[in-house]
């Protein structure tokens, strides 16, 4: 692993035309597709959009491998079958539930356990969006993995994951996020012996860079800090290699006699990434009140209704809080997105404790939530004394959506599941009174 990693070398870059080689001169230099590619190389294209999706939204890359993908044996359902593991949402798998959700870590398992074995479903809705966890310790040997269904967004919590793919490899450390595309085949090792995680899947879209607005042209995450895998490739037989496939939310098996990770030279706009979240820049407001989370998203993966998200991905990082008279925490809410959220490492700033690093909470459309009993009254407390400071060591995420989550029977049967959350705001006291509010006790705001 210690060489793997000296030699590891990336692109920066979001949407950028890549191009690799392991190999000079790998790649055809003035076509696509030559009637004999350089080095004897077979040329293979993997398409992300369809084949007339507008310019601007058209994904693709052109694969230059020792042997192409098609060369393995028919697919067969795989045994044992995948049982956490959601994709249709109905009653026989989950149901929905408009009471306010958290859990805590789901533990690491003892036994032998590969990232296949260790995703599980929390939640989902229909066929479009869904919520895993993971929990692995143990790297995929001989094996690799292929979303047929949709993209693939990794947040790991708990240990770094080593991914190869066919584009090269990603090294993806807690507080990086990765996106591996529909299609990829992607295998996983864990340098660290065991990790614990949070995915997002979506199907009929691919993430992108939110507008910025009035903002201007610079802040949030810049397309420059993404970076993009180099061409890297393995050669030689490797006898009853498994490729395992999610399609149609089953998983199946494939036997063949070689890596998939046999690409020399790429390229294309289609490709695995990854991005250091300590290099978002945060915006925030610098007179009075508390801005929308919106400000804060990463990434986006939209619907075709303007400014409405199959996926939005937002964090919620290191940052000053400097807003007068404000109540600066997270404002209480109802929203007509559904918020899953997840802790990295720290502390969140609207919950004094329970909400836990690897743990998850979900808020449901028109869920009420808001910043717990502790948080608020420490809080209102300190109205004489609301200097700036700022958040540190802390990053909290979300995953927020317009489509109202189903979840799953083991998720809310689960001994993680936090049946007491609900108390957090059974505390929240009424501080009504009709006398007027003595303004000597409210700091000025200078104009």
């Known amino acids: ?34 009637l004999v590619c350089p080095l004897g190389l077979y040329a293979e294209q ?19 491998r020792i042997k192409p993908s098609v060369t393995h044996e028919p697919f067969k359902p795989r045994v044992p079958a995948h049982t956490r593991l959601v994709s249709e949402f109905d009653a026989s798998n989950s149901r929905t539930n408009p009471t306010q959700l958290r859990w805590r870590p789901e533990d690491v398992p003892d036994s032998p356990t590969d990232f296949v074995d260790g995703l599980y479903t929390v939640c989902g809705a229909g066929s479009s969006f869904l919520r895993h966890g993971y929990t692995a310790n143990k790297g995929m040997k001989d094996s690799a993995f292929c979303n047929a269904d949709g993209d693939f967004l990794f947040v790991p919590q708990a240990g770094r994951v080593w991914i ?8 993806v450390s807690p507080g990086e996020i990765a996106v591996i595309p529909q299609g990829f085949r992607f295998s996983i090792d864990l340098p660290d012996g065991k990790s614990r995680g949070y995915v997002a899947e979506i199907y009929g879209a691919h993430f992108q860079l939110p507008d910025l607005g009035p903002i201007g042209a610079n802040g949030l995450a810049a397309p420059r800090d993404f970076l993009a895998p180099t061409a890297w490739f393995e050669e030689g037989l490797r006898p009853d290699y498994t490729i395992v496939q999610k399609f149609g939310g089953e998983l199946f098996t494939a036997k063949q006699d070689f890596s998939p990770f046999n690409v020399v030279a790429w390229h294309g706009n289609y490709v695995p990434y990854k991005y250091d979240l300590h290099k978002f820049c945060p915006y925030n407001t610098v007179l009075v009140d508390h801005g929308d989370p919106s400000v804060n998203t990463v990434l986006t993966a939209p619907t075709d209704k303007p400014g409405v998200a199959l996926l939005d991905f937002v964090i919620f990082p290191p940052r000053w809080l400097v807003a007068e008279h404000t109540f600066r925490p ?3 809410h109802r929203n007509c997105m559904s918020e899953f959220m997840g802790l990295i490492y720290g502390a969140y700033e609207a919950k004094a404790d329970g909400f836990l690093p690897g743990g998850a909470s979900l808020h449901s459309c028109m869920t009420p939530h808001g ?43 689960s001994p993680f599941l936090d049946h007491d959350y609900y108390q957090c705001w059974i505390g929240l006291k009424s501080h009504f009174s009709r006398i007027a509010l003595d303004e000597t006790n409210v700091e000025s705001t200078d104009k």
């Not at 990336?10 to 055809?28: D, R, V």
């Not at 190869?164 to 090294?171: A, F, I, S, V, Y």
């Open 1 to 34: 692993m210690g060489e793997k990693l000296a030699d590891l070398q990336y692109q920066p870059g979001f949407g950028n035309h890549f191009s690799s080689e392991a190999i000079p001169g790998a790649l055809p230099r003035d076509q696509n597709s030559p």
């Open 330 to 332: 997270p404002y209480y």
């Open 371 to 413: 910043p717990d009993t502790t948080t608020y009254e420490a809080t209102i407390a300190r109205v004489n004394a609301m200097a700036p400071y700022k958040l540190t060591g802390t990053m909290a995420f979300m995953f927020e959506s317009a489509l109202i989550p189903r979840v799953c029977h083991w998720a809310l049967e």
């Open 46 to 64: 993997i398409s992300g959009t369809s084949f007339t999706s507008p310019r601007k939204l058209n994904q693709r890359s052109w694969l230059y």
């Open 164 to 171: 190869e793919t066919e584009c090269g490899r990603l090294l």
